[in-house]
């Protein structure tokens, strides 16, 4: 993409580009949908659906070593906005990694849900996991059960 930059060895702005680059990803992939936009004289949520997948999110073309991966990721949880830009209410989907099964987290009440619920135009933050790592209960990071806590704490290296 290019762009115009300040380049402070001529004191001027010079056409640029701008690049970025991904060497590696982490276990956990958080992906922080941008629903509020700002502008000069408005701002608003945006209420768009975002169509992501529940499986099979390869990110391998966006590393520079693709060979070092695998980079495929499974979601296992999205947070939910609802409401405006001065305010509103989250919920939250959250996959069991001891059942397999989704929930659906709306403050102090828990309830079961299905796949076809989980994309959402409320969605928000999504939490992926990468699937090379999903081989057993301390690789997990997967929403297990309260009696888990005491009894095997997640291996976070």
């Known amino acids: 993409m290019c762009v115009f ?6 004191k001027k702005h010079q056409q640029a580009t701008k690049k970025f680059d991904l060497w590696s990803l982490p276990r956990i992939l958080v992906v922080h949908l941008k629903r509020f936009s700002y502008n000069r004289c408005w701002r608003d949520k945006l209420d768009t659906v975002v169509d992501f997948p529940i499986r099979d999110l390869n990110m391998s073309e ?3 070593d693709p060979k070092a991966g695998p980079y495929v990721y499974d979601l296992i949880a999205v947070s939910n906005h609802y409401g405006g830009m001065g305010g509103g209410h989250y919920t939250a989907y959250g996959k069991n990694k001891m059942d397999g099964k989704w929930y659906y ?3 102090s009440s828990v309830s079961s849900a299905s796949e076809d619920q989980i994309v959402t135009k409320a969605a928000y ?4 996991q990468r699937r090379d790592l999903d081989d057993g209960p301390k690789a997990s990071a997967s929403l297990g059960g ?3 806590c005491t009894d095997d704490i997640m291996d976070t290296n």
């Open 62 to 64: 966006f590393v520079c």
């Open 146 to 148: 309260a009696s888990e």
């Open 125 to 128: 933050v999504l939490f992926y």
């Open 5 to 10: 930059r300040y380049c402070p060895t001529c």
């Open 105 to 107: 987290f709306d403050d």
